[in-house]
């Protein structure tokens, strides 16, 4: 189960500033384009690519589809599987006999800051419109703590 604070934001400079601050470290900034497909089954299967340097990865999860304005959520996610030249004409098949739908198409770059059991996860989206998304993620009662403190 995951468990997360993720609301819209102006910017993400005080956010940074707030975890460069409070001993977080940085651990990773990296692009993304996620491709996100809708079911009658309320889960999001999510196709991600993701560009740190010279690596590119893909990966296929799948997660609880809360389309809500509710900034806590607990949702089920999936272990990813690494989608491969060998293997994604099986992923696109399933995808389609289960009945998956392509719903978005999103870039962003992603900046992760972890300290203890609390990862902050900002994103900067730039497609399909340019918004700013900060989530608190990690165990319950820790993040529970860390949103009552910048909000």
Do not use: W
Request: aromatic share 12%; charged share 45%.
């Amino acid at each position: 189960m995951e468990y997360e604070y993720s609301f819209k934001v102006d910017s993400l400079d005080e956010y940074k500033k707030y975890c460069e601050e409070n001993g977080y470290e940085k651990r990773l900034e990296y692009d993304q384009v996620r491709e996100l497909f809708t079911s009658d089954n309320k889960v999001l299967a999510r196709i991600t690519t993701t560009k740190t340097g010279e690596n590119t990865d893909v990966f296929l999860d799948f997660k609880d589809d809360d389309d809500s304005d509710k900034v806590y959520k607990e949702s089920r996610e999936t272990i990813p599987l690494k989608v491969t030249d060998e293997n994604r004409r099986a992923i696109d098949s399933i995808l389609n006999i289960l009945g998956y739908k392509k719903k978005k198409h999103l870039v962003r770059t992603r900046y992760i800051y972890k300290k203890g059991r609390v990862k902050f996860e900002m994103d900067d989206y730039r497609e399909p419109e340019i918004m700013h998304v900060v989530a608190i993620e990690g165990d319950r009662d820790e993040v529970t703590k860390v949103y009552n403190e910048i909000k």
